[in-house]
């Protein structure tokens, strides 16, 4: 989350271009003391270098290393551009810009931050819209960020299971996801041919391509927290999606990793606009224990040689570490997915060394929001005819610094 006050935004503002609107962000972090003025040059150099423009109508205008001693506070100036201002060479218009004032690596977790605020297009057009800086503030602090999901219910949640692996946390999942009329048995077994990714703080997600007979989401966590390709496993969450946005869902589940994990009955069900039961209905406890014997007869579970094997078909995976001074901010990431643009092949990207889920690499906002630093590890996922050649350009323009 973004530490920013109404002092931080200002509104209903017109710019004939760029140069103009950037101005206008550098004078709101001068005037409220985070730079000094000559910041501003600095800003205007970065733009020459390489577009700071993110995705969905948002720039990120921000000074070079070589101005970061006119830095003196971190911090960010959101100014909204109801008219828009044509932002680059391919005529993208920016709605909303986050002017980013940073002195070290502090600028990563302000582009994380900034790139979930906006990763969804309703999430952009909404700061673009607001008209009020309370309302701005709102958007931009996840007041409102959570999503309700009539599709499942607090007997659809499991916070004290007795499974000891992923396998068997799934299982329980699946079978009271099938008890509950949610997903017939060949869904289960597809299923189980999925290995459970890790969102962060503990949170891992099993998901499949498959239809589900109506859209379901159901969350167990162990008793006794364990680990799992080196990340710990507090809660597992299956969904399962039948004409629903799956990318909306997602954003709320990576928010709210953390309450998921570790909160309470009262505090996971508000997470999807529910409200707890005063007690815990004794028929899903049933449903729980004897459901997952359908499951064991339904599918076998997988071995753990499977959850790590390499992605099936055409597709191939490598891992790259990132050498940039300073990470992936907009510069090289701007590089990296230009890269990756140039090839047919879908191709994923997550960071191993935070535990990221997989975000698609030809994606802006979801490269920055990587939070990749120094030293980070990248693994590619490339599906497709051009896959290994894709594969070999990242690589090869990771190793040449990509533009640094």
């Given at each position: 989350m973004l530490n920013i006050s109404e002092n931080d935004v200002l509104l209903n503002q017109t710019a004939a271009n760029k140069e103009d609107a950037i101005r206008i962000v550098a004078k709101l972090l001068a005037d409220n003391g985070r730079v000094d003025p000559g910041y501003v040059d600095g800003m205007l150099e970065r733009e020459q270098q390489t577009s700071t423009y993110l995705d969905n109508g948002v720039a990120i205008p921000h000074g070079t290393t070589k101005t970061r001693d006119l830095v003196k506070t971190t911090g960010v100036a959101v100014v909204q551009?109801?008219?828009?201002?044509?932002?680059?060479?391919?005529?993208?218009?920016?709605?909303?810009?986050?002017?980013?004032?940073?002195?070290?690596?502090?600028h990563l977790p302000i582009l994380k931050a900034i790139t979930n605020i906006i990763g969804e297009e309703e999430e952009a057009q909404a700061l673009a819209?607001?008209?009020?800086?309370?309302q701005m503030l709102k958007l931009i602090?996840?007041?409102?960020?959570?999503?309700?999901?009539?599709?499942?219910?607090?007997?659809?949640?499991?916070?004290?299971?007795?499974?000891?692996?992923?396998?068997?946390?799934?299982?329980?999942?699946?079978?009271?996801?099938?008890?509950?009329g949610y997903i017939d048995p060949e869904y289960l077994n597809k299923s189980f041919k999925t290995a459970?990714?890790?969102l962060g703080a503990g949170l891992w997600l099993a998901s499949t391509n498959a239809n589900a007979k109506t859209t379901g989401l159901a969350l167990v966590r162990p008793a006794t927290p364990f680990a799992a390709q080196g990340k710990e496993v507090k809660a597992l969450v299956n969904l399962?999606?039948?004409?629903?946005?799956?990318?909306?869902?997602?954003?709320?589940?990576?928010?709210?990793?953390?309450?998921?994990?570790t909160g309470d009955l009262a505090q996971v069900a508000a997470v999807?606009?529910?409200?707890?039961?005063?007690?815990?209905?004794?028929?899903a406890t049933v449903?729980?224990?004897?459901?997952?014997?359908?499951?064991?007869?339904?599918?076998?579970?997988?071995?753990?040689?499977?959850?790590?094997?390499?992605?099936a078909g055409d597709s191939l995976s490598a891992t790259f570490v990132i050498h940039n001074e300073n990470g992936l901010h907009a510069r090289p990431s701007t590089e990296l997915v230009r890269v990756c643009k140039q090839f047919k092949s879908e191709i994923t990207v997550e960071n191993l060394t935070t535990g990221s889920a997989p975000v698609k690499a030809k994606s802006m906002v979801r490269v920055t929001g990587l939070g990749a630093t120094k030293?980070?590890?990248?693994?590619?996922?490339?599906?497709?005819?051009?896959?290994?050649?894709?594969?070999?350009a990242i690589g090869k323009a990771i190793a040449d610094g990509l533009g640094e």
């Open positions: 551009f109801p008219q828009g201002v044509v932002w680059n060479e391919d005529g993208d218009k920016t709605y909303v810009a986050f002017g980013i004032a940073a002195s070290s690596n502090e819209q607001a008209t009020s800086k309370a602090k996840g007041e409102a960020s959570t999503v309700e999901l009539p599709f499942t219910s607090t007997s659809l949640f499991d916070l004290s299971a007795k499974a000891t692996d992923l396998n068997g946390l799934q299982a329980l999942n699946l079978a009271s996801l099938l008890a509950q459970p990714v890790h399962a999606l039948k004409d629903q946005d799956e990318v909306k869902v997602l954003a709320t589940l990576v928010e709210q990793a953390a309450t998921l994990a999807f606009g529910l409200e707890a039961p005063a007690t815990s209905a004794p028929q449903a729980m224990e004897k459901a997952p014997a359908q499951a064991a007869q339904a599918t076998p579970a997988p071995t753990a040689s499977a959850e790590k094997a390499a992605p030293g980070s590890e990248l693994r590619f996922v490339a599906t497709g005819e051009d896959a290994q050649q894709a594969l070999d």
